[in-house]
Every structure is written in structure tokens, then in C-alpha cells.
């Protein structure tokens, strides 16, 4: 029973699949194919069934059971009559044994109709299940054969149909479910946000399937922008829903919200345009609402044989035109152009404005109105305009230039799976076919018939590898009767090029179409250009707010800004060194970080040229550079440069910033002043770290003053602090410090024992050996250190802690705060080393000094108790000349090793 019920499984999927989208559609061929599909399952069953003693046991009733439940007795009596004469075929029952059993399977299923749904399984209703099979139980009481089986055979078969009626209703339940939830998400897709309408996707869905002799009716709310700025946007949004709702209750299913405040309806009535009139008069005399007075125009098409979707939009979209135009609140009923290619001797035409333009135009001040950069959905949000206005388009595609490449932002009428694809500068004017002069002056361009094909066929052939998927795609776009290419140039360099064209005429494209497509591009123009000042906005503002900060940080975030402000391939800066009277590379961003040179000599380099007459220069074209290998930016070793002096007022020449990119995109004069506002950062970038490199100077050698002014008081050996700092120093760079910790370190050890000037002369000069309680006076030189060194300013924080930490100790019998292990800062542990070094082999006037053998075998027998065991074991290998805790000489016997060193 197992195969059974297996292939049952199996065949109950493969009729599920016949369901394909909710709502179900009441199809006949696929009722036809359902009940095919049953009857064959209910045979294979009773086929593969299980022989025993001279009767089968399958479950052959269970497909009959579900067409029963789904299309009524006499459908699944049809169903049912083949797997009965294969029973009576094969010997298994008589023809009477058989139609009974197949009849009261049928009757007692109908009787279950209304209860049970082969399509979903409510538990109330499961006690129904075992219901059809109830009869099968004659055929056992009427033959012997089925009376020797017994009960207990019966309620086992039992139970097995009615498992695998369950399993069967829910492998039906869970295609649909998964179909239901497909439509609902096909319906969010397809609804507007706001309304609850249809909205433009699901209009262009509808339209492309209205009947020749429907209606296409465009509304658009009257004064919508003087309503939302006298009551306000919530009250607009109001008014849209109030429209909508109207909309929904007079034509159900019949509406859809394109954009903003433009509404559709797609109807087939005969009376249409009586219909629209008394639905405007609704809105006029909708009393005291909210919004104030509410109108709408429209504009209407009927659609005629042979016309696109695109002609009967256009068609509606002039009359709506003349709706608005001429008074408002009214309905327009528009004929159909016929469209025709202009004699030669005709003049051209005039461009009549239309509203689809006007709603476009007014698109474009919307998106410039706002201070964000435009996603893929804005720009196919244009794109679409474009294509449903200009007459004759039915699709379209838009590419934009990013960095040295250009992107397909947007498509319409061709597979969205084409966004995202790139093109090389060389396969663009491939698809162009015109001289580069008309390319970057922004020249209109037709192409008809087999001149599309050639064009297309080189641009495949020149695409970027960014998957073959989309390559596919590229090849497999509806055949393009004409097209119209418009590039779009800003400051001469061309940033897009848009594309409209047409899949049923070659005659699309007249001067006038043309004119309509450059009116769109000027649009783009505009877009890409407030784009390009708002990135430069924000890029500069993110630079500016860097200036104060690290300036390593701060000079890289300037190339790297610059890199990407002027699109070019490779960024680097020249710090000018008076002393040496040379430049020197200090930071590069691009195809490469590494410089051909890193000192760039007083010679003829035309960075020098920049640098003495202080003026920013532009070279076309070169051919080497000292920053990077020209190769690495253009395959025919050229490349555009564009250098930029630092100059300060105040203290002349800092150095020069240096961009290069592919000599086909050259740096225009434009640019120059975008390149002086990241000079002027750039001076008070590098201004700030010479100013601080001064402070620093002057604040190592305020500290270096106040160290030895403390060996003076302390009586200690004369350049005890600059010891220490050397020591301590080869410690940090042996460890890896970073410069900044390498600072802290040299700080601490400068100031490591300020708190002594806090101390009492009688105990701090004391030649002898401190009793216990001077000591106790003497250990309050470190937290007394550390409050002194908090006042003084820019001193590194972690130069603290070498102060107050410095005579901790490993095992944590030290002072002040008694710390222990990794719990002692870092620099504090290194200080820790070199000063008690420096301690034991120095004079000093209560001891003579040790020799380097006896203090390294001191430091080493403190390893793991008073010094860090690591450092130590460094310590040893930067100064002990290779001495290590085994080769160190054995300590005198009976010696006290308690040094005054604090």
C-alpha cells in the first residue's frame, strides 16, 4: 500500500499544478485536464494494487472521492467507470460488485459535498472524512471472498483512505495557499499605498488587454498644488483617498492611481462620456469638505482596431490637455491621430504642448526640489513619461554615466533585468554610429531597420562581463523598428544618453518627436547636474568635518575626496619639505597606492611649474608621471592631469595634490573652481599639521626642561631622563607601537617622577636608606605625579599612566594602587624596565653604579614577580647584548637587592 499511496501523492501534485493564480479561473480545458488527470491516477492505483487471495486493495476511490467534492456525482461517476471495468477486467469483482462500490462511493461523497472542501481542512469537519468510503464494506459482505477478510481488514483499509484523503486535501491546500499568497503579493505590488487604487503597473497590465471599443479615461485633480499649500498635504492626501473612494464605489475594479494627483478608469460601457460628465458633477457638489472646492478634468480615448496602448494613452492624454486648458472641470472626448511621415516639402511642424509633458515637466521640478540622490525607481519613473508622451514610442531605456563607465539606470518596454548593466565608453558610441564631435555636442540620432541590428550587435559585443544572464537578456529584446538616441552633455563631457524607440514604425522619429525627446533630456540635464552640486556638497562638507581631526586621516580623506569629486582614476599628494627644498608623496588613492617616486627633486616636472606660479594646471594629455605608472589608467599610456598647488598666505608652499584620468575625459575649466575649494581644505588640512608639529616640538622641549630641572633637584646623574626615554623608546618600536603610543611613552618617561617636587627635601635628599615611614611619604610621588601632569595641556592621556603606574609591580606588591598582571597599563610596565636599569647602573649619591652583567641578572630575576615576563624577555634581547634569563651570571648570596629607584 505504501506504492499506493506514493503515487497517489504524486499524481494529486501534478493536478495541483494545474491551479495556476488565484482567483481560479473557471476554465474548461483545464476541468477537462483535472478530470483526465483522476481518472488516470484512480486506474494506475487499482493497477499497482495488492493481490490477495483473489481481491485487490488499493486506493483507486480516493481521486474519485476528490472530483466528487469538487465537480459533483456526475463527474466523478465518469472518473470512476475506467478503474471499474479494470477491476472487472483483471477479476477482481463483477461488473455489478464493482458499479456498487464506485456508486456508493459517488453518493455518499455528494452527500458530503456541502461539508467537506478537497481544498481546505477545518477541523470540525475531519470526522466527515471516513464518510465516503463507508460502502466499500459491501462489497466485502456480499462475496465470500471479502466475508474470510473480516472486520478488521476493513477498518484497516479504512483508515488508510482516509489518511491518504487527508494527505491529498492537503498537498490541494498547500498549492493554494502558496497561490494565495503569491496573489496577495501580486497585489500589493499592484496597489497603491494611499488610495488602495491600482496603481501604474497594474494600469499598463490593464491597458494592454482592453478590448477594441473600451474607453481609457484620464482625470487629474484641478489646482491640487494650491490646495495642498493653502490646507496642507495631510488634506491633500485626504481629497486623493476621497477621489479614490468615489472612483472605487462607481466603477469597482475600474480605477487606478498613476501618479501624484492623476487618476485612470478603463471602461467598457457604451455610454461613456454621459458616465464620466455625472461622475465630475459628483465631485463638484460635494458640499463643505475639509480641501475646500474639489474638481477634476478628463480626458477620454476609445480604442480603436490596430491601435497600441501607447496611441490610445497618447490620444487620451491630448484630450486631457484640452480639459485643462480650456476651463477645467470637464470631460474631452479625443479623436485618434493618424500617424503619417511629413512630405518634404512640409515645414516643420509646431510643438504643441501637451499635458503628459506638463505633468513630466512638473516630475522634474518635484525630484529637483528635493535634497536626496535619485534612485533607479526615479529614473524610471521619467523614463516612462518620456515614453508615453512622445508619440509613437512604446519603449525606452536611459544609461548614466558612473565613473569611467556607464550604467543602464532605467528600462521601459525591455526586461528590467537589463538595470544595471554597464558600458564602456567605446561600446556607447558603437550603439551611437556618429563622429565623437556630434557624441559629446549632444546631436540627436535615428537609426531605422538593419542599422539598429548592426548597432546592437556591437554594443553586445563591447558590454562589460557582468554575467551572461544579462547578456541573454540584451540579446533577446523585442525587435526595434527605429530608435532615437539623445546624448546628454554637461559642461561637454558627455553624463547620459537617453533612448526611446519604436517596435512598429520606422517613421516614428519626425522633428517634431525629436524636439519632445531633447525637451526630456534637458530635464535629465538639469537632474544630473543638481545631483552633481549636491554630492559635491555633501562630499565637501564630510572633508570639512575632518579637518580637525588626525592629520594623517585628514590628508587621506582629501585624496580619496578628490578622487572622487573629479572622477578621476588615481589621486596623490606632494608634501613640500623646505629643508631639503624637495616634494615628498605622502599619500596616494587610485588604480595604485604605490609611487614611482617618493621624492620628486627641483627639476622640470610640471608639479613644479604648478607649485611657482601658484595656479591650478590642466594637461590634456601625458604620457609618465612621478605619481603612478601611466599604464595602470589608460590602455594607449596616456592620461589627463589636473595638479593643484597648496599654497598658504601665511607660510608659502605646503605641497601639491594631483589627479589623473583617461586622456578621453580631459579636465575641463569648469572644474578648476571645484579644485580650488579642495586646495583651500587642502592648505588648512596640511597648515594645521605644521602648526601642530610646532606645538609638539615646543611641548617636548617644555617637558625635556621640567625632566632635567627635576635631576637637578633629585641630585640624580645628569641625563637620567634622556636615558630612560631612549630606553624606552627602543622598547615601543621593538613592541610596534603605534607614533601616537610612542609619544605617550616619551612623555611619560619625561615626567615620570614630577610628583617629587611634592616630596620634602628631608626625605627626598636623605643619603641613607628611608625608614618605613619615609618610604610611606616617599610611594606618594606617583598619584601626587599623576594629579600634577592632569593640568598640563595636550599631553598624551596614557602619558599618565606611565606617572602614576611606573613602580607597580607584576606580582601586585607594588604602589600606589597595588595593581598586578596585564592590569598595569602597557607603557607603564615598559617604563617600569627601563627606569630601574638606568636606576641600578647609574651613581648616585647613597650607591655607586652596577655594572650591565649584575642589572640585567637583577631585571631578569624579577621576571614573573616585579617585571612583566615578556618584556623582560625583550627587554633582554634590545639591551642586554643577547644575555637571557638561562645565560644570566648567578646573583651574590646574602645580598639585598632594595634600590632607591623611586
Given at each position: 500500500m505504501l506504492l499506493n499511496l506514493c503515487l497517489l501523492i504524486t499524481c494529486t501534485f501534478l493536478a495541483s499544478l494545474t491551479y495556476r493564480e488565484l482567483p481560479v479561473a473557471q476554465r474548461r480545458a483545464a476541468s477537462y485536464v483535472r478530470l483526465g488527470l483522476a481518472a488516470i491516477t484512480a486506474v494506475t492505483l487499482v493497477i499497482y494494487g495488492i493481490p490477495v487471495d483473489g481481491r485487490t486493495f488499493h486506493l483507486g476511490f480516493v481521486p474519485i472521492v476528490l472530483i466528487v467534492l469538487r465537480y459533483g456525482p456526475w463527474k466523478g461517476s465518469l472518473v470512476g467507470l475506467p478503474a471499474a471495468a479494470v477491476l472487472v477486467m483483471a477479476g477482481d469483482k463483477t461488473l455489478p460488485i464493482a458499479l456498487l462500490d464506485l456508486g456508493s462511493v459517488v453518493v455518499l461523497s455528494t452527500m458530503m459535498q456541502p461539508h467537506l472542501n478537497p481544498a481546505a481542512i477545518r477541523p470540525r469537519t475531519l470526522w466527515l472524512t471516513p464518510v465516503p468510503f463507508l460502502g466499500l464494506v459491501v462489497g466485502i459482505v456480499l462475496t465470500p471472498e471479502g466475508r474470510s477478510f473480516g472486520q478488521g481488514v476493513y477498518v484497516g483499509m479504512l483508515a488508510m483512505h482516509v489518511l491518504a484523503l487527508l494527505m491529498c486535501m492537503g498537498v490541494i491546500h498547500a498549492r493554494l495557499a502558496l497561490l494565495y499568497m503569491q496573489h496577495e503579493l501580486r497585489q500589493q505590488i499592484m496597489q497603491d499605498d494611499l488610495t488602495g487604487l491600482g496603481?501604474?503597473?497594474?494600469?499598463?497590465?490593464?491597458?494592454?488587454?482592453?478590448?477594441?471599443?473600451?474607453?481609457?479615461?484620464?482625470?487629474?485633480?484641478?489646482?491640487?498644488?494650491?490646495?495642498?499649500?493653502?490646507?496642507?498635504?495631510?488634506?491633500?492626501?485626504?481629497?486623493?483617498?476621497?477621489?479614490?473612494?468615489?472612483?472605487?464605489?462607481?466603477?469597482?475594479?475600474?480605477?487606478?492611481r498613476l501618479n501624484g494627483d492623476s487618476f485612470a478608469l478603463l471602461l467598457d460601457l457604451p455610454d461613456a462620456p454621459a458616465r464620466i460628465e455625472t461622475l465630475l458633477g459628483t465631485f463638484a457638489t460635494a458640499g463643505d469638505a475639509p480641501w475646500g472646492h474639489l474638481s477634476l478634468s478628463a480626458g477620454m480615448a476609445t480604442r480603436q482596431a490596430g491601435h497600441q496602448p501607447g496611441d490610445l494613452l497618447h490620444t487620451a492624454d491630448e484630450a486631457?490637455?484640452?480639459?485643462?486648458?480650456?476651463?477645467?472641470?470637464?470631460?474631452?472626448?479625443?479623436?485618434p491621430s493618424v500617424r503619417r511621415s511629413p512630405t518634404p516639402t512640409e515645414s516643420r511642424p509646431v510643438v504643441r504642448p501637451r499635458y503628459a509633458l506638463w505633468q513630466a515637466q512638473r516630475t522634474t521640478v518635484g525630484l529637483l526640489a528635493q535634497r536626496r540622490a535619485l534612485t533607479d525607481l526615479d529614473w524610471h519613473d521619467l523614463l516612462r513619461l518620456a515614453v508615453s508622451t512622445?508619440?509613437?514610442?512604446?519603449?525606452?531605456?536611459?544609461?548614466?554615466?558612473?565613473?569611467?563607465?556607464?550604467?543602464?539606470?532605467?528600462?521601459?518596454?525591455?526586461?528590467?533585468?537589463?538595470?544595471?548593466?554597464?558600458?564602456?565608453?567605446?561600446?556607447?558610441?558603437?550603439?551611437?554610429?556618429?563622429?565623437?564631435?556630434?557624441?559629446?555636442?549632444?546631436?540627436?540620432?535615428?537609426?531605422?531597420?538593419?542599422?539598429?541590428?548592426?548597432?546592437?550587435?556591437?554594443v553586445i559585443s563591447s558590454t562589460l562581463p557582468d554575467g551572461s544572464q544579462r547578456l541573454m537578456l540584451l540579446e533577446s529584446r523585442a525587435p526595434v523598428r527605429s530608435t532615437l538616441c539623445v546624448p546628454v552633455q554637461l559642461a561637454g563631457e558627455v553624463v547620459a544618453h537617453l533612448n526611446l524607440d519604436s517596435l512598429s514604425s520606422a517613421d516614428t522619429f519626425t522633428p517634431q518627436v525629436i524636439s519632445e525627446t531633447e525637451s526630456f533630456a534637458q530635464q535629465i540635464a538639469a537632474l544630473l547636474q543638481l545631483q552633481q552640486r549636491w554630492r559635491e556638497f555633501d562630499l565637501l562638507a564630510q572633508l570639512h568635518a575632518k579637518v580637525g581631526t588626525d592629520d594623517g586621516l585628514a590628508q587621506q580623506h582629501l585624496v580619496e575626496v578628490a578622487v572622487e569629486l573629479m572622477y578621476a582614476s588615481h589621486g596623490a599628494m606632494l608634501r613640500y619639505d623646505?629643508?631639503?627644498?624637495?616634494?615628498?608623496?605622502?599619500?596616494?588613492?587610485?588604480?595604485?597606492?604605490?609611487?614611482?617616486?617618493?621624492?620628486?627633486?627641483?627639476?622640470?616636472?610640471?608639479?613644479?611649474?604648478?607649485?611657482?606660479?601658484?595656479?591650478?594646471?590642466?594637461?590634456?594629455?601625458?604620457?609618465?608621471?612621478?605619481?603612478?605608472?601611466?599604464?595602470?589608467?589608460?590602455e594607449d599610456h596616456r592620461a589627463a592631469q589636473l595638479i593643484v598647488p597648496l599654497i598658504s598666505p601665511e607660510r608659502g608652499p605646503l605641497g601639491v595634490l594631483t589627479l589623473l584620468r583617461s586622456h578621453h575625459h580631459a579636465f575641463q575649466p569648469a572644474e578648476e573652481a571645484l579644485a580650488g575649494m579642495?586646495?583651500?581644505?587642502?592648505?588648512?588640512?596640511?597648515?594645521?599639521?605644521?602648526?601642530?608639529?610646532?606645538?609638539?616640538?615646543?611641548?617636548?622641549?617644555?617637558?625635556?626642561?621640567?625632566?632635567?630641572?627635576?635631576e637637578a633637584r633629585d641630585f640624580e646623574t645628569q641625563g637620567h631622563t634622556e636615558r630612560v626615554r631612549a630606553l624606552a623608546a627602543r622598547m615601543g618600536q621593538a613592541l610596534g607601537l603605534s607614533p601616537e603610543r610612542l609619544t605617550a611613552l616619551a612623555h611619560g618617561a619625561t615626567l615620570h617622577d614630577i610628583g617629587k617636587l611634592c616630596i620634602p627635601d628631608s626625605v627626598l635628599l636623605k643619603p641613607g636608606r628611608l625608614s618605613p615611614e619615609e618610604f610611606q611619604v616617599m610611594q606618594q610621588h606617583a598619584p601626587l605625579g599623576a594629579e600634577l601632569v592632569a593640568r598640563i595641556p595636550y599631553l598624551h592621556p596614557e602619558a599618565h599612566a606611565v606617572v602614576r603606574h611606573h613602580h607597580e609591580r607584576w606580582d601586585g606588591a607594588g604602589y600606589p594602587d597595588r595593581r598586578a598582571?596585564?592590569?598595569?597599563?602597557?607603557?607603564?610596565?615598559?617604563?617600569?624596565?627601563?627606569?630601574?636599569?638606568?636606576?641600578?647602573?647609574?651613581?648616585?649619591?647613597?650607591?655607586?653604579?652596577?655594572?650591565?652583567?649584575?642589572?640585567?641578572?637583577?631585571?631578569?630575576?624579577?621576571?614573573?614577580?616585579?617585571?612583566?615576563?615578556?618584556?623582560?624577555?625583550?627587554?633582554?634581547?634590545?639591551?642586554?647584548?643577547?644575555?637571557?634569563?638561562?645565560?644570566?651570571?648567578?646573583?651574590?648570596?646574602g645580598t639585598a637587592h632594595f634600590h632607591r629607584v623611586g
Open positions: 496603481n501604474r503597473r497594474r494600469f499598463d497590465h490593464e491597458l494592454a488587454q482592453l478590448d477594441v471599443g473600451g474607453h481609457l479615461v484620464l482625470l487629474d485633480v484641478d489646482h491640487f498644488r494650491s490646495m495642498n499649500e493653502t490646507y496642507g498635504t495631510a488634506a491633500g492626501d485626504r481629497a486623493l483617498r476621497y477621489v479614490a473612494q468615489v472612483l472605487r464605489d462607481t466603477y469597482p475594479g475600474c480605477g487606478f486631457l490637455f484640452l480639459a485643462k486648458t480650456n476651463g477645467r472641470n470637464r470631460v474631452v472626448v479625443g479623436r512622445v508619440e509613437g514610442v512604446e519603449a525606452g531605456s536611459l544609461n548614466i554615466r558612473d565613473g569611467t563607465t556607464f550604467r543602464l539606470v532605467a528600462t521601459q518596454g525591455h526586461p528590467p533585468g537589463l538595470v544595471g548593466t554597464r558600458f564602456t565608453d567605446h561600446a556607447q558610441l558603437e550603439w551611437y554610429r556618429g563622429s565623437v564631435q556630434d557624441w559629446r555636442r549632444g546631436v540627436p540620432r535615428v537609426l531605422r531597420g538593419s542599422e539598429v541590428q548592426g548597432a546592437g550587435q556591437h623646505p629643508a631639503l627644498d624637495t616634494l615628498v608623496h605622502c599619500m596616494s588613492r587610485g588604480v595604485s597606492t604605490t609611487p614611482r617616486v617618493h621624492v620628486v627633486p627641483r627639476d622640470d616636472e610640471p608639479v613644479w611649474d604648478a607649485l611657482a606660479s601658484g595656479r591650478i594646471l590642466r594637461i590634456d594629455s601625458i604620457r609618465s608621471s612621478v605619481t603612478v605608472d601611466v599604464r595602470a589608467i589608460s579642495l586646495a583651500s581644505i587642502g592648505v588648512s588640512i596640511l597648515e594645521r599639521g605644521v602648526h601642530v608639529a610646532d606645538l609638539r616640538a615646543t611641548l617636548d622641549a617644555s617637558l625635556n626642561t621640567l625632566g632635567v630641572a627635576l598582571g596585564e592590569d598595569i597599563p602597557l607603557l607603564a610596565r615598559i617604563f617600569a624596565l627601563c627606569d630601574v636599569y638606568d636606576a641600578l647602573t647609574s651613581e648616585r649619591p647613597y650607591k655607586k653604579a652596577m655594572g650591565h652583567a649584575q642589572a640585567m641578572a637583577i631585571l631578569i630575576e624579577g621576571r614573573g614577580t616585579q617585571f612583566d615576563p615578556q618584556l623582560t624577555d625583550l627587554f633582554v634581547q634590545v639591551v642586554g647584548d643577547g644575555v637571557g634569563p638561562e645565560a644570566a651570571p648567578p646573583l651574590p648570596t
